[in-house]
């Protein structure tokens, strides 16, 4: 498992490239990567965390989807700091023996990753700046993962 919460941009492409190299006892690496996305005028987006507590609570994270499924290793990346529309903010990448293990561990981590990952997001546009908002239906999605 690797996890790395970082200010810095990072490759998504290049990240991917050294997650699946040689790795040749795995069936599926399954990714997604994040992208700050522009909904109308917004100029830049600025996360803040709390170093630590961040990646201690990504660890465990990680550590759940592991016991859950059959991972062979997964990679979560993680920026904070400002970011303009079009950049990459977060990476999720998963290896397991069968597509279904490597997609179920990935859109869990990415489930929890969006609700408990002690990060908070503020939007910066030309017309002010607001704080994201905690959304229901990002919590109505960790739901599906109490029944399994």
């Known amino acids: 498992m690797a996890l790395r919460v970082q200010a810095d941009p990072f490759d998504p492409g290049a990240e991917l490239s050294a997650f699946a190299k040689g790795r040749h006892n795995a069936g599926a690496v399954v990714t997604f990567t994040g992208v700050v996305r522009d909904d109308g005028g917004l100029t830049r987006m600025e996360i803040e965390h709390y170093p630590g507590m961040t990646e201690r609570a990504i660890a ?83 739901s599906r993962w109490d029944r399994q």
């Open 60 to 142: 465990a994270i990680m550590d759940e989807a592991t016991a859950r499924w059959s991972l062979l290793d997964c990679l979560v990346i993680h920026r904070f700091g400002p970011m303009a529309p079009g950049e990459s903010i977060m990476m999720v990448a998963t290896a397991a023996p069968h597509r279904g293990d490597a997609f179920a561990a990935a859109e869990f981590l990415m489930d929890y990753l969006k609700s408990r990952a002690p990060f908070w997001k503020k939007e910066i546009a030309a017309d002010g700046t607001a704080w994201v908002a905690a959304k229901d239906a990002d919590e109505d999605a960790l």
